[in-house]
């Protein structure tokens, strides 16, 4: 919702903080949640995510969620799905040059960004949207992917694409995943 | 060897580079050596004639480094870049193969790289593109699998690494200037350096600015620019234009995507007799001003349907030059 959303850039200080707490919960859950089976937690995690960050931020479940690297603005409601906005479209005032009535995500994104503890991440170059995961879940990966590189084993895995993008991998894991998929043999 | 190779006019894909250079093209030759370049760009012909391509290159040939072949600018359908670059490059000219992401995927857009490179193509602009509805087709699909930035990454990649984005080896990377584009004068203006900070990050060597109608605006963008060490990392082209009339400053502001023309521009051209003889002596102007401003490299002239002044603009603002070679 429109609204939701851009209260939720007002307080992105405040999102950013609840979205570290979440992303330490399900690590620390990690153990629990290997048993269980990421596999057979990923239809009701992402029916969850779908819910309460579509009410949200608007959520396109592009399964790569990068809130925090862009002031828990959603770019995928950026009508060209910039992960490195803004175009040089925007119109006076800060408005969407294809939605004229909507305020740019990515000005509201680096607004956002600006009131973060962590807002530089904003700086940092995003790899394109791997259009394999969509729908999947964000947070289950967010999580993966942390304990993944706390453990160090990126380097087994590593892939072109992360390669190309190494701060975004350092920065905003889920972008440039190197975990497996649950139910597939590797990583993308 | 193939009569191909043997015609002095034939693309010969891997001329030596020189030292400290990244690629063979003649733009970042001058921009190295420090002389003030000019790049221009071409109206595209909506047409498949290659003798329409010289036509429209002829009056900007000699007197720029580089010509720009739009990829479907504003979204209207005409020749494309690179059949534009490679008709180009035959006959010598350095050309700036424009890249959309509007219109094509990344297995699309990296294909076309190295097909534009083993055409001569020595220079290219990545863009994001102006949205599908900004042109006479609003009804296509865009496509917007990658941004500029992402966009400019990934060719750094196929040069400097020689692999495709999944990691398959290139055989022969394409030695490719890379150049991104800015909009200083449009909004977020606090943000406009940020953004250009993060196209040298991925791997910007040149930036081509829209046009530049506003002084005061693009000198305190320029301010933050060297401020944050930019302005030795990578050569800023600004872009400026003849303005035809008042009344096509005013269409062109609220039809076509980021543009800011001040009112005081406008103002000028309307109390002026001849309105286009005073667009010509702003755009000289500018160039002047422009050319004053500490870590500007050069200018780059976009006079849509205007061509023909190109070489008298640049007379005028004392960019006097011998005729390009090749």
């Known amino acids: ?188 | 060897m193939s009569k191909f190779f043997e015609d002095p006019n034939a693309i010969r894909p891997y001329e030596p580079i020189p030292d400290g250079h990244v690629s063979g093209s003649l733009l970042e030759r001058a921009l190295r050596a420090g002389e003030f370049a000019v790049t221009s760009e071409l109206n595209p012909p909506d047409s498949a004639d290659p003798e329409d391509v010289f036509e429209a290159a002829r009056p900007l040939a000699e007197v720029t480094d580089a010509i720009n072949a739009t990829d479907a600018s504003g979204a209207n359908c005409h020749m494309s870049s690179i059949g534009i670059c490679s008709l180009l490059t035959r006959t010598g000219h350095g050309t700036v193969y424009q890249i959309s992401c509007r219109d094509r995927n990344r297995i699309a857009i990296q294909g076309d790289v190295l097909g534009a490179a083993a055409m001569g193509v020595r220079n290219v602009l990545c863009l994001t593109g102006d949205g599908v509805g900004a042109g006479d087709q609003p009804g296509a699909k865009p496509v917007f699998d990658l941004d500029s930035v992402s966009l400019i990454r990934l060719i750094r990649t196929m040069r400097d690494t020689g692999q495709f984005l999944s990691g398959r080896k290139i055989t022969k990377p394409p030695r490719l200037f890379i150049g991104a584009a800015e909009n200083p004068c449009v909004d977020p203006v606090d943000y406009r350096a940020d953004r250009l900070a993060k196209k040298v990050e991925a791997g910007a060597d040149f930036i081509q600015t829209n046009y530049i109608f506003d002084i005061p605006r693009f000198e305190r963008f320029m301010e933050r620019v060297r401020d944050m060490g930019l302005g030795k990392r990578v050569f800023i082209l600004a872009g400026v234009g003849p303005l035809a009339s008042a009344k096509a400053a005013r269409w062109m502001r609220s039809n076509v995507p980021g543009l800011h023309i001040p009112d005081s521009v406008i103002e000028r051209l309307e109390k002026a007799e001849k309105p286009g003889d005073e667009g010509r002596k702003i755009c000289v102007e500018l160039i002047q001003q422009i050319r004053e401003i500490p870590g500007v490299s050069g200018v780059h002239i976009m006079a849509y349907r205007r061509e023909h002044l190109v070489a008298d603009i640049l007379r005028e603002a004392g960019i006097a030059r011998m005729a390009k070679a090749g």
């Not at chain 1, 992303?23 to 009701?44: A, C």
């Not at chain 1, 002031?71 to 939605?99: H, I, T």
């Open chain 1, 1 to 188: 919702m429109y609204a939701f959303r851009r209260f939720a850039v007002r307080r992105s200080r405040q999102f950013e903080w609840l979205y570290q707490v979440l992303e330490r919960v399900l690590v620390g859950l990690d153990p629990i949640l290997s048993r269980i089976g990421y596999g057979r937690l990923e239809r009701p995690m992402a029916f969850v995510e779908r819910h309460v960050k579509g009410l949200m931020f608007d959520c396109r479940m592009c399964g790569q969620c990068v809130l925090s690297s862009t002031g828990m603005s959603c770019p995928m409601n950026c009508p060209k799905q910039l992960r490195n906005g803004p175009c040089g479209g925007v119109r006076p005032g800060g408005f969407c040059e294809v939605k004229p009535e909507m305020r740019c995500v990515w000005v509201e994104a680096w607004d956002g960004a600006s009131r973060m503890k962590h807002g530089d991440k904003i700086r940092v170059v995003l790899p394109p949207v791997d259009r394999t995961l969509e729908g999947s879940s964000a947070w289950l990966r967010a999580s993966r992917e942390r304990i993944q590189a706390i453990q160090g084993g990126d380097d087994a895995n590593r892939t072109a694409l992360a390669d190309a993008y190494p701060e975004a991998r350092e920065s905003a894991p889920t972008s440039a995943p190197l975990t497996a998929e649950p139910g597939k043999g590797g990583a993308s």
